[in-house]
């Protein structure tokens, strides 16, 4: 296991400036995934904590060690670290078992370290084939159990399931993130995918504007995202004009109560997060009111999308902007031109509304 701290990181390329002072620290055997929009940065990151490029600024350290500063430097080779990139890119003329030995001392490959990963990849007995004779899901899996050969003390993961189709990609990240857990590998994969980010990582940072916006496990980013900007990229967000008072907030779907982070510090002018799931809808008249729910609101159905386990629901607000998207579970309640009528379940996170006083959209 290893520790790996990224520590004033800085790094242009031209006129481009992709990294402004990026810190991140990885505790040992932790899997974190960095999620960021195309272009944020990502890959530079790994490829930096790689070694394969060299930051402008910054220190990089893995087990404490500094492989990466203005007066030191280590080489990739020597850094002990697994890299598994986007398409694989196995070596088309070497058979599996090659691809998977080729970083190998030649007594190791004959050790039987090969047959063992393709044993844990799932990949047993296919060792003799050819990268194009698999299918897109083993030749990843034959990119991973190259990148574990050499017992990395790191392993780096650049969207490795991005090319794949849904289903496939859903069961190969299970297995991949079984297996490196498994092997107590400290892991960092970066992804533009949210719902992969939540669900595979200890920590998950949110990357934007060359830094590391917010650093948090999974359930405290999505349910107290630090700012506007994190709530709408992580989950769907519904950002709402509000007014703070007394630990609660009015908006235009009624007084909702504040959370505790934020219960007693916020008065005046804030913007409201009010997650899709927190809101249930019915036909109009009035909903029952549950325990912890806020006094509700109407509006008229606009436009709604099934997706078989859930479905979601665009409602106007009477006299109120924007729309609210509402996510119910199974088939929507409600047709497109109903009336309905609108409830908010628990409480809200909530910041103080920028000068211009309009929520942040997408």
Same mark, same amino acid.
């Given at each position: 296991?290893?520790?790996?701290?990224?520590?004033?990181?800085?790094?242009?390329?031209? =006129?481009?400036?992709?990294?402004?002072?990026?810190?991140? /620290?990885? @505790?040992?055997? +932790?899997? &974190?995934?960095?999620?960021?929009?195309?272009?944020?940065?990502?890959?530079?990151?790994?490829?930096?904590?790689?070694?394969?490029?060299?930051?402008?600024?910054?220190?990089?350290?893995?087990?404490?060690?500094?492989?990466?500063?203005?007066?030191?430097?280590?080489?990739?080779?020597?850094?002990?670290?697994?890299?598994? +990139?986007?398409?694989?890119?196995?070596?088309?003329?070497?058979?599996?078992? %090659? =691809?998977?030995?080729?970083?190998?001392?030649?007594?190791?490959?004959?050790?039987?370290?090969?047959?063992?990963?393709?044993?844990?990849?799932?990949?047993?007995?296919?060792?003799? *084939?050819?990268?194009? /004779?698999?299918?897109?899901?083993?030749?990843?899996?034959?990119?991973?159990? %190259?990148?574990? +050969?050499?017992?990395?003390?790191?392993?780096?993961?650049?969207?490795?399931?991005?090319?794949?189709?849904?289903?496939?990609?859903?069961?190969?990240?299970?297995?991949?993130?079984?297996?490196?857990?498994?092997? %107590? !590998?400290?892991?960092?994969?970066?992804?533009?995918?949210?719902?992969?980010?939540?669900?595979?990582?200890?920590?998950?940072?949110?990357?934007?504007?060359?830094?590391? %916006?917010?650093?948090?496990?999974? #359930?405290?980013?999505?349910?107290?995202?630090?700012?506007?900007?994190?709530?709408?990229?992580?989950?769907?967000?519904?950002?709402?004009?509000?007014? !703070?008072? *007394?630990?609660?907030? #009015?908006?235009?779907?009624?007084?909702?109560?504040?959370?505790?982070?934020?219960?007693?510090?916020?008065?005046?002018?804030?913007?409201?997060?009010?997650?899709?799931?927190?809101?249930?809808?019915?036909?109009?008249?009035?909903?029952? &009111?549950?325990?912890?729910?806020? /006094?509700?609101?109407?509006?008229?159905?606009?436009?709604?999308?099934?997706?078989?386990?859930? $479905?979601?629901?665009?409602?106007?607000?009477?006299?109120? /902007?924007?729309?609210? *998207?509402?996510? $119910?579970?199974?088939?929507?309640? &409600?047709?497109?031109?109903?009336?309905?009528?609108?409830?908010?379940?628990?409480?809200?996170?909530?910041? @103080?509304?920028? @000068?211009?006083?309009?929520?942040?959209?997408?």
């Amino acid at each position: 296991m290893s520790r790996i701290a990224c520590k004033g990181i800085w790094k242009s390329f031209g =006129n481009t400036r992709v990294l402004e002072g990026l810190d991140l /620290e990885v @505790p040992d055997g +932790a899997v &974190v995934t960095v999620l960021g929009a195309s272009g944020s940065g990502k890959t530079t990151l790994l490829r930096l904590i790689a070694g394969f490029e060299r930051p402008d600024s910054g220190t990089i350290l893995i087990d404490d060690e500094v492989v990466d500063s203005a007066r030191h430097f280590v080489a990739p080779e020597r850094r002990r670290i697994g890299y598994v +990139a986007q398409e694989g890119d196995l070596f088309p003329h070497l058979t599996v078992a %090659r =691809n998977i030995g080729f970083g190998l001392a030649r007594r190791e490959r004959t050790s039987g370290r090969i047959e063992e990963l393709l044993e844990l990849v799932g990949l047993k007995g296919l060792g003799g *084939r050819y990268p194009h /004779e698999l299918s897109g899901g083993q030749q990843q899996r034959v990119a991973l159990a %190259r990148a574990l +050969a050499p017992h990395p003390r790191v392993v780096l993961l650049d969207e490795p399931f991005s090319s794949l189709d849904a289903s496939l990609r859903a069961s190969l990240r299970f297995d991949v993130m079984r297996i490196l857990r498994e092997q %107590r !590998a400290t892991t960092v994969f970066v992804t533009h995918d949210q719902a992969e980010a939540l669900s595979v990582a200890d920590l998950v940072g949110i990357m934007s504007g060359g830094r590391i %916006r917010q650093f948090a496990p999974p #359930e405290e980013l999505y349910s107290r995202p630090i700012d506007p900007t994190v709530a709408q990229f992580l989950g769907e967000a519904n950002l709402l004009r509000g007014r !703070a008072a *007394r630990g609660a907030v #009015e908006t235009a779907l009624g007084t909702l109560p504040l959370g505790d982070g934020n219960r007693s510090s916020l008065v005046g002018p804030v913007l409201v997060l009010v997650r899709p799931e927190q809101i249930s809808i019915q036909r109009s008249g009035r909903v029952p &009111v549950g325990p912890g729910a806020g /006094e509700g609101a109407t509006g008229r159905v606009i436009h709604r999308e099934y997706y078989g386990h859930d $479905c979601v629901v665009l409602v106007s607000l009477d006299g109120a /902007e924007p729309a609210v *998207r509402v996510r $119910c579970p199974g088939q929507a309640p &409600v047709e497109v031109g109903d009336a309905v009528a609108l409830q908010v379940t628990g409480a809200v996170v909530a910041w @103080p509304a920028e @000068p211009s006083g309009d929520p942040l959209r997408r």
